[in-house]
């Protein structure tokens, strides 16, 4: 922190939350997460490889249809800690309870990851229905706002926010009319948030995946789309959820990101 000649009155010294990248190190020993939707896909991966980093993990699901219990013991296998919490992130009181027993358990949140959502895919937008149109929104944009503000309070500096975001919401998907439209929200939301969170200490970052091959894709349903999925990108593939996780990592972690904040980082397979 040498400041230049004639600079020394207009630089100060960065807060360094913690000692900077080292090769070899856990970059999130000792912290805990809290992952929306960590009980499948993208999430599930995180929650482990989080774990495998050193953190203890808490799980908000919203039903049993996605096996919260293989996140639970998949983290428990990398020596860690997890409880699984049953919630909907549309509903405040669900978001402020999950939080609560959070920090009951484990004394602290240091990274909040915002990444359970909800799609349909319609191809014909006059036929998207108001009670459709609403789940979308109170799912993916009020879910993301209300974790965000019940965790924020009990998050020390150092800590990180990583939303995912999605591709959808910087290029516009025509079968996702309602989803593309809170995916933009999130990013604007990642960027307006990371400046309010700024003065606290606190990073605010999302990731914005293209397509990845989870049970959020329809594919699985119509044979037909399997071998399309992914094949607009340049690497003609959808990427595994274990190839979004270290990015995750990377937005979370002080070692990696500390002067990191209020961006979007798409993966895309090159798109
Ligand atoms: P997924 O279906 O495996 O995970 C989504 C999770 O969100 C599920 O666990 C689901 O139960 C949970 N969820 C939905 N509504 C909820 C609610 N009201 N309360 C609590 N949990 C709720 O799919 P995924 O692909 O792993 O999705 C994770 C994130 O990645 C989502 O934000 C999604 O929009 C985003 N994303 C996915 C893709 C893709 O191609 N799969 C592409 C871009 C972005």
Redesign the pocket.
């Known amino acids: 922190h040498q400041a230049k000649p004639g600079h020394e009155a207009t630089i100060e010294p960065a807060p360094l939350y913690d000692a900077p990248y080292y090769v070899g190190s856990k970059k999130l020993e000792g912290k805990v997460a809290l992952i ?9 991966a995180v929650a482990v490889l989080f774990a495998r980093e050193g953190a203890d993990i808490a799980v ?4 049993e ?2 096996d919260a219990e293989e996140t639970k013991s998949a983290v428990e296998k990398e020596g860690r800690r997890c409880i699984l919490l049953k ?5 405040r009181q ?1 978001c402020h309870d999950a939080v609560a027993t959070t920090v009951e358990t484990f004394g602290r949140i240091d990274v909040l990851v ?6 349909i895919h319609s191809s014909d937008f006059g036929n998207l229905t108001e009670e459709h149109f609403d ?1 979308t929104l ?3 944009l009020y ?1 993301y706002f209300h974790m965000a503000q019940e965790a924020v309070p009990h998050m020390k500096p150092g800590s990180a926010i990583v939303n ?5 919401g910087i290029e516009g998907s025509k079968q996702l009319v309602d ?1 593309s439209m809170t ?1 933009g929200g999130i990013h604007a939301f990642t960027r307006a948030l990371s400046g309010n969170l700024i003065a606290k200490g606190i990073r605010v970052n999302a990731v ?10 329809p594919s699985d349903k119509e044979a037909d789309d399997v071998s399309k999925f992914g094949a607009d990108t340049p690497m003609k593939r ?2 595994q ?1 274990e190839e979004l996780a270290p990015a995750y990592v990377f937005l979370a972690s002080p070692h990696c990101s500390s002067y990191i904040t209020g961006e979007i980082l798409p993966i895309v397979g090159g798109y």
Do not use: C
């Not at 929306?36 to 599930?44: A, E, L, M, P």
């Not at 908000?60 to 039903?63: H, I």
């Not at 995912?164 to 959808?168: D, E, F, I, L, P």
């Open positions: 929306t939707g960590g009980d499948s896909g993208i999430g599930r908000v699901y919203l039903a249809d996605r919630a909907d992130v549309s509903e669900d915002n990444n359970a959502a909800f799609q789940t109170k799912t993916n879910g995912t975001g999605s591709v959808t989803y995916k914005a995946p293209g397509p990845v091959w989870t049970p959020l894709n959808p990427a959820p």
